[in-house]
Nanobody, 115 residues
């Protein structure tokens, strides 16, 4: 059974930083791409960043230059370093993996950025 567990969310002032973690026990990162998504109140879930099985990264335009996705293969953990946070980054952040045709999601971690 695929299990993704996010952590690291919280309340931060605008301009501050947070690092999110996604523990993914049993997932072989060299086989699968991992992603971070977010959903703000009243909005649809949107892609934030992805890291492929080969380690290539991709970012939404809104976070380029501020967020960095990375992974620790030995720890089966994916990270999202978020710097220069803005109030519009406030959302629940979800970790994602697609295995064959199935999408798997964690329960999310809330990030709140105060003005």
């Amino acid at each position: 059974q695929v299990q993704l567990v996010e952590s690291g969310g919280g309340l931060v002032q605008a301009g501050g930083s947070l690092r999110l973690s996604c523990a993914a026990p049993g997932i072989i990162f060299s086989f699968y791409s991992m992603g971070w998504y977010r959903q703000a109140p009243g909005k649809q879930r949107e892609l934030v960043a992805t890291i492929t099985s080969g380690g290539s990264t991709n970012y939404a335009d809104s976070v380029k230059g501020r967020f960095t996705i990375s992974r620790d293969i030995a720890k089966n953990t994916v990270y999202l370093q978020m710097n220069s946070l803005k109030s519009e980054d406030t959302a629940v952040y979800y970790c994602n993996v697609q295995i064959t045709t199935a999408q798997y999601w964690g329960k999310g971690t809330l990030v709140t950025v105060s003005p």
